[in-house]
């Protein structure tokens, strides 16, 4: 199959890789648009394993504050050069963490860093919900394994859905970036600010 320019233009306004790797994509498979995207998403996913553990000593604080100024968010997002902290698509990327951030208010970043008294707290009312339901002792243990689990993944950052795409977690966001943009990029920290709270 023929890949034209407009083939390689949709492809690029998809996934915003570079012209070249759209081009490429396409013609690994076959002109056939949604395998392309694919492609293109485990080359970002390679990309992002390549890239762990890189510093990121450079990048951008941003804000969101909701309607009414009642509750604010601020994230600090890293990168590893000047050049990727300055791009539109990096800062827009950390004003979108604060709007998720400000609306969906996790506790941590991720699950090593929840505090063990929360994690203690919440297992043992899930052992007494589980032993008062008259489960036996075998079943408790999973039970409370699975309603950890699911618990860790709503309060914990990188495992929360985004919230304008719940298609996609955090964590696979920041993977796509990272296979755009070429650099390490990880959320250093954040905090959100909420009137009387």
């Not at 968010?73 to 800062?91: I, P």
């Not at 859905?161 to 070429?182: H, N």
């Amino acid at each position: 199959m023929k890949i034209t320019a407009k083939m390689v233009k949709d492809l690029r306004d998809t996934t915003a890789a570079g012209m070249m790797d759209c081009k490429k994509a396409l013609g690994e498979t076959d002109g056939d648009f949604d395998k392309a995207v694919d492609l293109l998403r485990q080359k970002g996913l390679a990309v992002a394993a390549k890239r762990a553990g890189r510093e990121t000593s450079e990048g951008t604080i941003e804000c969101y504050i909701h309607a009414g100024g009642k509750i604010a968010a601020m994230v600090e997002l890293s990168c590893e050069s000047d050049f990727v902290a300055k791009t539109d698509g990096f800062k827009e990327f950390a004003r979108e963490l604060a709007l998720h951030v400000a609306a969906v208010n996790p506790v941590a970043l991720s699950k090593e860093d929840v505090p063990e008294d929360v994690i203690a707290r919440e297992k043992e009312i899930y052992v007494q919900q589980a032993i008062d339901s008259g489960k036996p002792e075998a079943i408790v243990e999973k039970m409370v394994g699975g309603k950890m689990d699911k618990f860790l993944k709503e309060i914990c950052l990188l495992d929360q859905p985004f919230v304008k795409d719940p298609d996609f977690t955090i964590q696979e966001m920041i993977t796509d970036l990272i296979g755009k943009m070429g650099e390490s990029i990880s959320i250093k920290r954040f905090s959100r600010f909420q009137v009387g709270a």
